[in-house]
């Protein structure tokens, strides 16, 4: 588990009396709103609405050290902004969390239910099991053994290569001439992709 989504509970949202904290210390910045302190409060309040205690806490001190890019009291969105921009990382890690134990508490139930199923097993059902996998095991090396026999017969000499070559371009209705073959260009899949 994450071990900044465990230290502290980031989830508790501010009360009304911690917003207040935070907009008073934050009103030392100089103001770029309206004169009315009543309809600023209020926007301040709708715009921090279920916002987290440490998500105000954070942001009203990154704002204090600068991080909007100007020395004015931040506009309620610009307030909310930053209180999400803290939080962010926060609920991210808490997701992986979540779905690290989702996939670990699957992976349990399924390592569970193998147990059980072999626990359950009877002799006679074993004898069954066995015996199958013996009878593909048998089928998948008498399939390689047949294709190692493929491969032997296959004659990959010089001698060979030729032989089939001047086969293939008789039946083509072309003569053989060895000395008239062109090395083929290499080093580019274009070519290759041309020649085919």
């Excluded at 709708?46 to 205690?53: C, F, H, I, M, N």
């Excluded at 390689?144 to 290569?161: F, H, I, Q, T």
């Excluded at 001047?166 to 073959?181: P, S, T, V, Y």
Aim: contains cysteine; neutral net charge.
């Amino acid at each position: 588990m994450n071990q900044l989504a465990k230290t502290e509970d980031f989830t508790t949202k501010a009360t009304q009396q911690e917003m207040f904290e935070c907009l008073t210390l934050l009103s030392s910045l100089p103001s770029r709103a309206s004169d009315s302190d009543q309809v600023n409060v209020a926007g301040y309040y709708l715009a921090l609405e279920g916002v987290t205690r440490h998500g105000l806490q954070q942001a009203t001190k990154q704002i204090m050290q600068g991080s909007l890019g100007h020395a004015f009291l931040p506009s309620p969105p610009e307030l909310r902004q930053e209180s999400e921009k803290v939080m962010r990382p926060i609920l991210e890690a808490r997701a992986r969390d979540r779905r690290e134990a989702e996939i670990l508490k699957e992976q349990h139930e399924e390592k569970r239910q193998r147990e059980h199923s072999q626990s359950t097993w009877t002799p006679e059902s074993r004898q069954r099991a066995s015996a199958k996998w013996k009878a593909i095991k048998a089928q998948m090396q008498a399939e390689s053994a047949k294709e190692d026999a493929n491969r032997d017969l296959y004659d990959v000499s010089s001698e060979a290569c030729a032989a089939r070559l001047k086969a293939a371009a008789e039946a083509n209705g072309h003569e053989f001439n060895i000395d008239n073959l062109k090395s083929a260009p290499s080093g580019s899949f274009k070519q290759l992709g041309r020649a085919a």
